[in-house]
């Protein structure tokens, strides 16, 4: 049967009308109608303001993994019908990502389990000798892969110039002749400020090194076109981009993934192997993705990962970004109302940014802050550090030996916060969860809790004995 026969019968995907305005840019989630409990009595819609960390299922990803999920078989082996359906859907779907990231002739496209995961395929592909260069501002995932190569980590700029100047410095100051790879965020997962990556790539390429971009927090709000923005590899997490069905990708060159050992040794990745004379045993592996992606593939993730990419296609960035960059402005306008709450930026307030903000509020604990947002409100947003713990303490002006967490002893006015408060939102968002957000805050702020909270396994939880 050919992979056409197979492709003509594999279930059809739902489409998507491209809204006629703004307004109207919100694509359905699951979850939207969802209602939880008040501690203060009642139960409200919730308000789910945590994109960043997971965004919630597009309802046209949960539709077409349902239309797929009868059909499941296994890849790349199978002889049966179904089996090779689902070996045609994977393929097809490496394509769709590779269209949705404008993927260059020769580029790779593997699926991972996530950012953090494509990061540290790359970072165990790294050649001998790699030198690799990446800003203290980054996240964790971007941040610590590199351990066995020799790691520059570039000092927090203040301006989108001053990365280019750091960079371009460091790149100068390098052992000439030997490879190097730079390491930088599309978008903050902090402040949402969005990173001078063309003009990083650039720089990069100057000085003949390579560059892969951390998209987690880009793609889902913006277009990422590999061969525009000219970086090496692009890596990206379904969860963040409505997909969350445990798939991840890492896109770009395929010299050095093919030069490196296979990431998991296993079947899948190796095209023969047989026992040597002398007892042991030879392999021989694949070259092309498969080579990283041994064992049995994620086939409904990476449909789901695809089924997101033609959505948000579909949709039209041209209008999520208008719509998104409205309640961004909305939401700073309102946060702005408030002169306890100071929003967390690297590059300024004028710098462009998408739907993902940080704050602290004086005299707030900001765990204590964010579980009066749920508990009262029931709004979802994070406390912490956000997995980018250097950033956040330059942001928050931490001393060394700083430690932001649940439980710190409640700030007093003017005093510094160890940790933050971060609201982020996506293609789902409806006005009124931005706007709930802002009152919340004001409340709080003017008011004070309505409910007493404790400290329990490290969080802070509405103590169920008290009203305040
Ligand atoms: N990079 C950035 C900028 C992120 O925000 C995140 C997730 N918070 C990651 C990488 C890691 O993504 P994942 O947990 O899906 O591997």
Redesign the pocket.
């Known amino acids: 049967m050919s992979a056409t026969a197979v492709t003509a019968t594999a279930p059809a995907t739902t489409p998507v009308t491209a809204p006629a305005d703004t307004e109207q840019v919100v694509l359905p989630v699951l979850g939207a109608d969802v209602r939880v409990p008040l501690v203060t009595g009642g139960e409200t819609e919730y308000a789910a303001l945590d994109y960043?960390?997971s965004a919630p299922a597009l309802k046209r990803v949960w539709d077409d993994v349902a239309a797929y999920a009868p059909y499941y078989g296994s890849v790349h082996r199978g002889a049966g019908y179904l089996s090779q359906l689902s070996t045609e859907l994977f393929e097809s779907a490496r394509r769709t990502v590779g269209d949705f990231l404008g993927c260059r002739e020769g580029d790779q496209v593997v699926f991972t389990r996530?950012?953090?995961?494509s990061l540290n395929l790359l970072a165990a592909a790294l050649p001998a000798d790699c030198e690799v260069f990446v800003f203290e501002t980054e996240?964790h995932?971007?941040l610590l892969p590199w351990r066995g190569a020799q790691v520059t980590f570039l000092d927090a700029p203040r301006t989108p110039e001053q990365a280019l100047r750091t960079l371009d410095a460091a790149l100068a100051a390098r052992r000439a002749g030997t490879p190097a790879l730079v390491c930088v965020?599309g978008?903050?997962?902090v402040t949402g400020e969005l990173w001078p990556v063309r003009e990083l790539a650039a720089t990069a390429h100057a000085h003949g090194a390579r560059i892969v971009l951390?998209a987690?927090?880009l793609a889902p709000h913006r277009p990422v076109d590999i061969a525009r923005l000219d970086v090496d590899w692009v890596a990206f997490?379904g969860?963040?981009l409505y997909a969350p069905f445990g798939a991840?990708v890492l896109a770009g060159r395929a010299d050095w993934l093919r030069e490196a050992e296979p990431y998991l040794a296993g079947g899948g990745a190796s095209r023969k192997v047989a026992r040597r004379a002398d007892g042991g045993v030879d392999v021989e592996w694949q070259e092309g993705p498969a080579r990283h992606e041994a064992g049995s593939p994620n086939v409904i993730g990476a449909h789901a990962v695809a089924s997101a990419c033609r959505a948000l296609t579909e949709a039209g960035f041209g209008q999520l970004v208008a719509r998104e960059e409205q309640l961004v402005a909305r939401l700073r306008a309102g946060l702005a109302g408030v002169p306890e709450v100071r929003v967390l930026s690297l590059f300024g307030d004028a710098a462009p940014r998408v739907g993902v903000v940080s704050f602290v509020v004086a005299g707030w604990n900001s765990s204590h802050f964010a579980a009066a947002l749920s508990a009262e409100y029931g709004i979802g947003v994070r406390d912490g550090l956000?997995?980018a713990h250097p950033l956040v303490r330059t942001l928050l002006g931490a001393e060394p030996g700083d430690q932001g967490e649940c439980g710190a002893p409640e700030a007093a006015p003017g005093e510094r916060s160890l940790n933050a408060i971060r609201v982020s939102f996506g293609a789902g968002t409806p006005d009124e969860h931005i706007d709930r957000f802002v009152r919340a805050v004001t409340e709080l702020v003017r008011d004070g809790a309505r409910w007493t909270y404790r400290t329990e396994d490290g969080r802070c939880v509405p103590d169920p004995a008290t009203a305040r």
């Open positions: 960043a960390a996530s950012t953090t995961d996240h995932a971007s965020t978008a903050s997962n951390d987690a927090q997490s969860h963040k991840g956000f997995c």
